[in-house]
């Protein structure tokens, strides 16, 4: 993934958190907001109320006083009463609530004064009605004090109002522009957090297909270097299969350099032997013994000349074909190893070069016993199949892991190399302790109407 990549889905993410941080941060204030102006809303409704109380109790208590003294009618006295007796703590309430607000003090201050006078009045036009001092309590009644008083009282209370209707209406503002506010910011951030989403959307799409893109380059790659180690283990195995071949002639070639040249020297050498032999004087026993040592000697250089040939290149095979030539090769590594070793060989028609390949194997496996396996018994088969040769040495030796195979062995490789240049399958299988099973299957000459590497892969075991 790219640096610039990472960098894009790097900022949705942050955006998108900073978008419902701001969500909840406007939310948050805006309730503050309306919270406080509520509260004032309330604190005002209820000093308006109280100025309204207050107002009231004013008005019914002059109005049951002046009832009272015009008519004598004791039940005008009741509301007069009640009202001087609520206008204390009604004035006590309205100081509480505006105590905050030197502007409503200073108002409340004349106010109180006013009704404190008022009251005053009245209780004094009372005690003199009362007293029977008529042209006193009507002077006091209807002078223009006693007015003058309600007038203020109306005007300052009116005032109060005014400035708490006032405060109403602003707190109303308030909430409405924390409401608007509110909106507004919901709105914004939302349509933030929807394009940190497209964004995101974006940058993901981008991501994948960068990815996919990185993909097929590295499945091209992939498909070049398997194609690369598919052409250099196709030179490979050209190049092992020339080398076993060029191996195969240059025994060949030693093969018969030693049968015709070798063979003729050491021949014409048992000619002069015997040549000198029949020469010799009889009384020189000492001589004719050197000459019967040398004789022996040369014979033994012959068979070891026939031995070299015979395992440079098996003349048996040529002569006698790969069933006897199998037959001779275990007798002899019976004999040799002195091992027990079956066959069970059936005749069979491969081509010359497949031949010396099934010999080859069998020799090679065949060594490995004798080396390495510390067996008892072999068994060698070699089947027929209607489309296929069965190649098998078995031994119940000592087995061995066959993934510890050293880089310096090449005889199983070398096997698996002929086997396969000769269009056919090669399966080792061992177990420590269990034996070995070196197992061929070779595609029989007229199976054929394709190459032999082709016939191999579709045959079945
Ligand atoms: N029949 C067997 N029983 C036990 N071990 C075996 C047998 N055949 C092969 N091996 C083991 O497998 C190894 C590889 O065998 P391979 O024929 O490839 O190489 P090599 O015999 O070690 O050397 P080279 O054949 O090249 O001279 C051997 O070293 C041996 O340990
Ligand atoms: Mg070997």
Redesign the pocket.
């Known amino acids: 993934m790219r640096w610039s990549q990472l960098h894009k889905i790097a900022i949705s993410l942050p955006l998108a958190v900073l978008a419902a941080l701001a969500l909840i941060a406007i939310n948050e204030s805006g309730y503050q907001r309306s919270h406080r102006a509520l509260q004032t809303m309330a604190h005002n409704q209820a000093a308006h109320s109280s100025v309204n109380r207050l107002l009231q109790s004013m008005l019914d208590a002059e109005t049951g006083h002046r009832g009272y003294l015009l008519t004598e009618d004791e039940r005008y006295l009741q509301p007069y009463e009640v009202a001087v007796s609520t206008v204390n703590s009604n004035l006590d309430e309205l100081r509480t609530l505006l105590a905050e607000s030197p502007e409503d003090m200073a108002d409340f201050a004349q106010l109180s004064r006013q009704i404190s006078r008022k009251l005053s009045e009245m209780e004094l036009s009372l005690q003199l009605y009362r007293q029977g001092n008529e042209d006193a309590w009507k002077f006091v009644m209807f002078s223009d004090v006693g007015k003058e008083n309600m007038d203020a009282i109306r005007r300052y209370g009116r005032a109060l109002l005014e400035r708490n209707t006032q405060r109403v209406v602003s707190s109303q503002v308030e909430v409405q522009r924390s409401l608007h506010l509110s909106r507004l910011g919901i709105a914004t951030v939302t349509a933030i957090g929807l394009l940190a989403f497209y964004m995101y959307l974006r940058q993901t799409n981008a991501l994948q297909r960068a990815t996919e893109r990185e993909q097929e380059v590295l499945e091209h790659e992939r498909a070049r270097l398997e194609g690369l180690v598919r052409e250099r283990t196709a030179s490979l195995s050209a190049l092992a299969n020339h080398l076993q071949q060029v191996r195969e002639d240059e025994r060949g070639y030693l093969a018969r350099e030693l049968h015709d040249e070798l063979g003729a020297l050491l021949t014409a050498a048992k000619l002069d032997v015997a040549r000198l032999k029949s020469r010799l004087d009889t009384q020189a026993p000492e001589v004719l013994e050197r000459l019967r040592h040398l004789s022996e000697t040369l014979n033994g250089v012959i068979a070891l000349k026939r031995r070299i040939i015979e395992d440079l290149r098996p003349s048996s095979l040529s002569n006698l074909g790969l069933t006897a030539a199998l037959e001779i090769l275990t007798r002899e590594f019976a004999e040799r190893a002195g091992l027990e070793v079956q066959t069970n060989l059936e005749t069979v028609e491969l081509s010359d070069a497949t031949q010396l390949t099934v010999y080859r194997m069998v020799q ?2 065949l ?3 004798g ?3 510390h067996a008892h018994k072999v068994l060698v088969t070699v089947h027929n199949h209607p489309q296929h040769v069965a190649v098998q040495i078995r ?1 119940d ?4 892991d066959l993934s510890g ?2 880089r ?6 070398g096997m698996r190399q002929r086997v396969e240049a000769a269009g056919g399958r090669l399966t080792v299988s ?1 177990t420590p302790g269990e034996g ?1 099973l070196v197992s061929a299957i070779l595609p029989t000459p007229d199976s054929s109407g394709d190459t032999p590497r082709r016939r191999a892969s579709d045959l079945t075991v």
């Open positions: 090679e496996s060594t490995n016993i080396k390495y396996a031994d030796g000592q087995g061995f195979i050293g310096t062995s090449h005889g199983l490789a061992s070995t």
